[in-house]
């Protein structure tokens, strides 16, 4: 005897599936398809988008009604005739809908003039449309602050299925309507009938790959690089004139034994629209930065996890001395730049601002994971925990030794010491490696404390191209051309070097309060050390009078135990 078959209704989105089944059963992230892929992490969302304009959901909002809405207008600019058709409606009811659909046919403007209703958090509301303030308009409205600012955001308010009024304007005559604010889904979690095939993707970009030729990297953010470094001839280690980007979209697709021309003021010609319709195809993958046209290895995580957890907190502090240290030499080459205003205006002029301003930035940036490293050892310590604001006696350089930490000046070989720090599986992210897998472990850290590492080596990763992009910024120049030379150790007396020494360790002090007392008790302090630490008139004013005196921008070793150089943990 054979069973019968069972036939499953399987849901095919996501709306369905949570009226369908139990929460158990709900879709799960899976490799392949990160969150950005669900529709409602739509690009762009609530405008035109990659996936859907959802602001079309509300142009069907009232019974029948299929509406064109502006920030002060809503024009009706169709009648459901078949829905009002098959509906039961008073003859007095249908026969408004007739009167609006002649209307509409003989190019009478058709304008809902009032909407009465709830709007949500602003309550009930006889709404004037052509009264509201959008944002940026001058208010002619008086309770502008207690309403809906715009005609689209009002609809949006409107709760489903709750009792509505509209005043509509047809020619000179006024209709008024009753009913109840449409429904988005269906009873199955489908989208209602009223919705047309291509009803929410019909305000996108016609056709698509014109997004590809007009929309900048700032609207697509990582589905469309504007530039990427380009594809290699071959799988050997790119050198230096292969880290400039190019242009994803360049109409010259070749690949040769030089590099494309860079992307820059002169930049190379384009794919056109016309082109791009029928090429689009021949657009690279981007990862990593780079332009792939060979199958992609990713790099497997093989960290070995620390022994115990004494070494981790060795590791932990050494870990945040290095950011320290980082911070450190970070600030030194930052200023060693000569000022842009001193420069010609030009292409040194610009290199040279974007140049301090980055390493300005990442500096900021390690001080982000200085705390970060805090934080885990916090959350590992309870009450004993103690803040680790020792910086490391030695860090990792490009030929894989360790070196003392030292003032530097922004020649090339003070890049390669930072991209050996920052490079993935060395220096500082091998470091972080181990204490992830360690914290990863059973017993060993939270997620939190997971995500805090795993924060820090991706932020690492970004470090790293950006030093990347400055040694081609830079590598046209000669280092006496941006660079203050000579620069020497200044002499402990002088009262410039003095006044850097202090403002550093006020900044330490300050971040020692901050993390003793914890959050959010120590937020003044934090905050009030970063925004020292890059302040112009702060920081930097102490910083550039030690340059401009022609000495470098170096650190003295502090005697105080809560900030003595810590060393590397054995074996490491």
Not at 291 to 306: H, N, Q, S
Not at 328 to 333: D, F, I, P
Not at 469 to 482: E, H, I, T
Request: with cysteine; glycine share 6%.
């Amino acid at each position: 005897m054979s069973l019968p078959d069972i036939i499953k209704l399987v849901p095919r989105n996501a709306a369905a599936l949570r009226r369908a089944q139990t929460a158990d059963s709900a879709i799960k992230p899976v490799a392949g398809n990160p969150v950005s892929t669900r529709l409602e992490s739509g690009v762009g969302n609530c405008y035109p988008g990659l996936e859907a304009d959802l602001r079309n959901l509300e142009r069907r909002f009232f019974p029948f009604l299929e509406v064109d809405i502006a920030d002060t207008e809503i024009r009706i600019v169709a009648i459901d005739s078949a829905g009002l058709t098959a509906a039961t409606l008073p003859d007095a009811v249908a026969q408004k809908y007739r009167d609006l659909a002649l209307g509409i046919s003989q190019n009478q403007p058709c304008i809902i003039s009032r909407i009465n209703g709830n709007f949500g958090p602003f309550g009930n509301h006889d709404l004037a449309i052509a009264q509201l303030s959008p944002p940026g308009a001058t208010s002619t409205n008086a309770s502008a602050s207690t309403a809906p600012p715009d005609a689209w955001t009002a609809i949006r308010l409107l709760p489903e299925n709750t009792p509505i009024s509209l005043t509509i304007r047809l020619g000179t005559r006024s209709i008024s309507l009753e009913g109840r604010r449409s429904a988005y889904l269906s009873g199955t979690g489908s989208l209602a009938a009223m919705f047309e095939p291509g009803e929410l993707t019909q305000s996108l970009c016609s056709p698509w790959t014109h997004d590809f030729r007009d929309c900048g990297c700032f609207y697509w953010a990582s589905n469309h690089p504007d530039i990427a470094q380009p594809p290699t001839p071959d799988t050997s280690e790119p050198g230096v004139p292969w880290l400039a980007p190019v242009p994803w979209e360049r109409l010259d697709r070749s690949i040769g034994s030089t590099p494309p021309s860079p992307a820059n003021t002169n930049t190379p010609e384009e794919l056109g629209h016309y082109a791009i319709n029928h090429q689009w195809q021949s657009l690279n993958f981007v990862l990593e930065g780079r332009e792939t046209i060979r199958p992609y290895k990713p790099g497997k995580f093989t960290a070995v996890p620390l022994a115990s957890r004494e070494e981790l907190q060795l590791y932990l502090r050494y870990a945040a001395g290095l950011e320290l240290a980082a911070i450190q030499e970070y600030l030194s080459a930052a200023y060693s730049l000569r000022s842009p205003a001193s420069l010609p205006a030009g292409s040194l002029r610009n290199r040279v601002t974007a140049s301090f301003a980055e390493l300005m930035r990442i500096a900021y940036g390690e001080m982000r994971h200085l705390r970060a490293v805090n934080n885990v050892l916090q959350a590992l310590n309870g009450p004993a925990y103690t803040p680790a604001l020792q910086v490391a006696k030695t860090i990792p350089d490009a030929a894989g030794n360790q070196r003392p930490p030292r003032a530097r000046i922004l020649e090339p070989q003070a890049l390669l010491d930072f991209l050996a720090l920052e490079q993935a599986n060395r220096g500082a992210d091998e470091l972080y490696a181990r204490i992830y897998a360690t914290l990863h472990q059973p017993g060993f850290g939270s997620d939190a404390d997971c995500q805090s590492i795993r924060y820090i080596m991706a932020e690492g990763q970004d470090h790293f191209e950006t030093f990347e992009n400055m040694q081609v910024w830079l590598r046209d120049f000669q280092p006496g051309q941006y660079l203050h030379q000579p620069l020497v150790q200044a002499p402990a007396s002088n009262s410039s070097y003095q006044a850097l020494q202090n403002a550093y360790r006020k900044l330490l002090e300050k971040l020692y309060a901050g993390y003793q007392a914890g959050m959010p008790q120590g937020a003044v302090n934090i905050n009030a050390a970063r925004g020292d630490m890059v302040a112009a008139n702060g920081f930097g004013s102490v910083a550039r009078a030690v340059i401009n005196a022609g000495f470098l921008l170096s650190f003295d070793t502090i005697s105080d135990p809560r900030f003595t150089p810590v060393a590397p943990p054995p074996g490491l």
